[in-house]
């Protein structure tokens, strides 16, 4: 059973339909006018300045808070996760001290919350893999044979990865033509809807890590929008799969929830009828009752559940290694698209619309990809008894293609 959360000095975290009561705590990078980039923790409709509580001796994390980005903290480990996230729930509980630095969110400047080392983006869900390779290659090979015996995957771009409500320009490109390949602004601009594992412990090149040993050096999720180019997509991806289709940006939520306060909602995922190799074996489940969802110029689009997953995130860290590649603090871990079964529960317009064959209704109006000037959101809460542990927004406008 979901336990009731802790109460919270801040009267607004305690609000039953706050994403960020006492019970989440997730840890971002803020600024205010005139002031640096600093780490800070959401309470309520607040953020606790980690910075100024390092200074004034309420907390000590080796300096790392005053830092513009989480990784210095990261780094330093799962007992100090531990130690300060216990330490932060007594300062922010109902005896805590009064005279904390709080500082208004909608005051504040939200920031990318790290320094992203590495991206990789997967591809873990099944209903959305099959529903991609149905498009493509009919329904006798919509599933690579590899797919349920490995989590697939692609080295993304770090450097494109940006915060919530940065702007994403349309990219201009390559595609199929009449005649041959034309060069113009993409026509099928879309959406994913993903979470982002953020990977808070380094390992060595040559070395191998287990399931086991890959969720502990997990330290939290992103909401992650994995913004895509179909027509630039489907020229490019033979043979070596996606590339500058999926380089032009992609969005993460500014407060990484960790994986501490997700703890309590831990649930199996997909069932599976693939015996797997040993070193994908999890000893315990790997996914969380996540609701998630997207929204395209305010109106609900679809609304899925990350136990809707094949593949985990320690699943994919793991396989990430077999080759001995080393991973660093800072690695972001893209899920790949999380859809259900029915359309409204899908990630992607690529699906939503059967490729653009189905449009979709948006505020009366029939669309099948994105348009400029259309914004869109993901949102994503794990829901307890009178309390959610909730990411915030993650938003992002469509810019118009510069020719």
Same mark, same amino acid.
């Given at each position: 059973?979901?336990?009731?959360?802790?109460?919270?000095?801040?009267?607004?975290?305690?609000e039953?339909?706050?994403?960020?009561?006492?019970? +989440?705590?997730?840890?971002?990078?803020?600024?205010?006018?005139?002031?640096?980039?600093?780490?800070g923790?959401? &309470?309520?409709?607040?953020? /606790?300045? /980690?910075?100024?509580? %390092?200074?004034?001796?309420?907390i000590?994390?080796g300096?790392?808070?005053? !830092?513009?980005?989480?990784?210095?903290?990261?780094?330093?480990?799962?007992? @100090?996760w531990?130690?300060?996230?216990?330490?932060?729930?007594?300062?922010?509980?109902?005896?805590?001290?009064?005279?904390?630095?709080?500082? !208004?969110?909608?005051?504040?400047?939200?920031?990318?919350?790290?320094?992203?080392? $590495?991206?990789?983006?997967?591809y873990?869900?099944?209903?959305?893999?099959?529903?991609?390779?149905?498009?493509?290659?009919?329904?006798?090979?919509a599933?690579?044979?590899?797919?349920?015996?490995?989590p697939?995957?692609? +080295?993304?771009?770090?450097?494109?990865?940006?915060?919530?409500?940065?702007?994403?320009?349309?990219? #201009?490109?390559?595609?199929?033509?009449?005649?041959?390949? @034309?060069?113009?602004?993409?026509?099928r /601009?879309?959406? %994913?809807? $993903?979470?982002?594992?953020?990977?808070?412990?380094?390992s060595?090149?040559?070395?191998?890590?287990?399931?086991?040993?890959? @969720? @502990?050096?997990?330290?939290?999720?992103?909401?992650l +929008?994995?913004w895509?180019?179909?027509?630039?997509?489907?020229?490019e991806?033979?043979?070596?799969?996606?590339?500058?289709?999926?380089? /032009?940006?992609?969005? &993460?939520?500014?407060? &990484?929830?960790?994986?501490?306060?997700? $703890?309590?909602?831990?649930?199996?995922?997909?069932?599976?009828?693939?015996?797997?190799?040993?070193?994908?074996? $999890?000893?315990?489940?790997?996914?969380?009752?996540?609701t998630?969802?997207w929204?395209?110029?305010?109106? *609900? #689009?679809?609304?899925?559940?990350?136990?809707?997953?094949?593949?985990?995130?320690?699943?994919?860290?793991?396989?990430?290694?077999?080759?001995?590649?080393?991973?660093?603090?800072?690695?972001?871990?893209?899920?790949?698209?999380?859809?259900?079964?029915?359309?409204?529960q899908?990630?992607?317009?690529? *699906?939503?619309?059967q490729?653009?064959?189905v449009?979709?209704?948006?505020?009366?109006?029939?669309?099948t990809?994105? *348009?400029?000037?259309?914004?869109?959101?993901?949102?994503?809460?794990?829901?307890?008894?009178?309390?959610?542990?909730?990411?915030?927004?993650?938003?992002?406008?469509?810019?118009?293609?510069?020719?």
């Amino acid at each position: 059973m979901t336990p009731h959360a802790p109460r919270s000095q801040v009267a607004s975290a305690n609000e039953p339909g706050c994403d960020f009561p006492i019970a +989440n705590l997730p840890y971002g990078v803020f600024s205010t006018p005139g002031t640096a980039r600093r780490c800070g923790v959401a &309470i309520g409709d607040l953020i /606790l300045d /980690l910075a100024a509580c %390092e200074a004034q001796g309420l907390i000590d994390a080796g300096g790392s808070f005053a !830092a513009p980005q989480m990784n210095d903290f990261i780094a330093r480990g799962r007992a @100090e996760w531990d130690r300060v996230r216990a330490r932060l729930t007594d300062l922010l509980g109902v005896d805590g001290p009064r005279d904390l630095p709080l500082v !208004a969110m909608d005051g504040a400047v939200l920031h990318l919350p790290l320094r992203v080392s $590495e991206f990789t983006d997967f591809y873990a869900s099944r209903h959305h893999a099959f529903n991609v390779g149905l498009l493509f290659r009919g329904p006798d090979n919509a599933l690579p044979p590899q797919w349920t015996h490995m989590p697939i995957g692609y +080295n993304g771009r770090a450097s494109s990865v940006v915060v919530s409500g940065t702007g994403v320009r349309r990219p #201009m490109g390559q595609v199929a033509g009449a005649q041959g390949p @034309e060069w113009t602004a993409c026509r099928r /601009l879309d959406l %994913e809807l $993903e979470l982002g594992a953020i990977v808070g412990a380094d390992s060595t090149m040559g070395d191998r890590i287990s399931v086991p040993q890959a @969720e @502990e050096m997990i330290f939290g999720y992103v909401l992650l +929008n994995d913004w895509s180019a179909r027509d630039i997509q489907a020229w490019e991806y033979q043979p070596l799969g996606p590339f500058q289709s999926k380089a /032009l940006a992609t969005t &993460i939520s500014p407060w &990484i929830v960790t994986q501490a306060a997700l $703890e309590p909602f831990r649930r199996a995922g997909a069932p599976r009828d693939t015996d797997l190799l040993p070193y994908l074996h $999890e000893d315990r489940p790997g996914f969380y009752d996540l609701t998630l969802g997207w929204s395209l110029n305010g109106q *609900e #689009m679809a609304r899925t559940n990350y136990t809707q997953m094949y593949w985990s995130s320690a699943q994919q860290l793991a396989h990430h290694t077999t080759s001995g590649c080393p991973m660093r603090v800072g690695d972001l871990l893209g899920t790949g698209t999380i859809s259900g079964p029915a359309p409204d529960q899908t990630g992607a317009l690529l *699906e939503m619309t059967q490729g653009g064959r189905v449009p979709v209704h948006v505020n009366g109006a029939p669309r099948t990809f994105l *348009e400029d000037g259309d914004q869109v959101a993901l949102f994503g809460f794990a829901q307890g008894a009178g309390y959610r542990v909730g990411f915030g927004p993650c938003t992002g406008r469509v810019l118009p293609a510069r020719p």
